[in-house]
């Protein structure tokens, strides 16, 4: 939370996101608990341990915050 307040409120940023690959629940949950909604999903966009996964990423607005 001190990181995303840092980029609101020092470096004056517009807009803050992630994105992470299907199935870690540790960074969803995180971004959730940052309050971070999911703006979508790049399918199959990364080829890990033989099988190709979704990418989901996550942003929140200054305005949201």
């Known amino acids: ?3 995303v307040q840092y980029g609101f ?7 803050i996101y ?3 690959i ?3 629940k540790g960074m969803m949950k995180l971004a959730a608990k940052l309050k971070m ?4 999903k790049r399918r199959e966009a990364i080829y ?3 099988s190709y996964l979704d990418i989901h990423e996550y942003g ?3 305005s949201e915050f």
């Open 60 to 62: 929140i607005l200054r």
């Open 22 to 24: 299907q199935g870690n």
């Open 37 to 40: 909604k999911e703006e979508g």
């Open 1 to 3: 939370m001190l990181i």
């Open 48 to 50: 890990k341990n033989g």
């Open 9 to 15: 409120q020092r470096l004056n940023l517009h807009r």
């Open 18 to 20: 992630c994105g992470t």
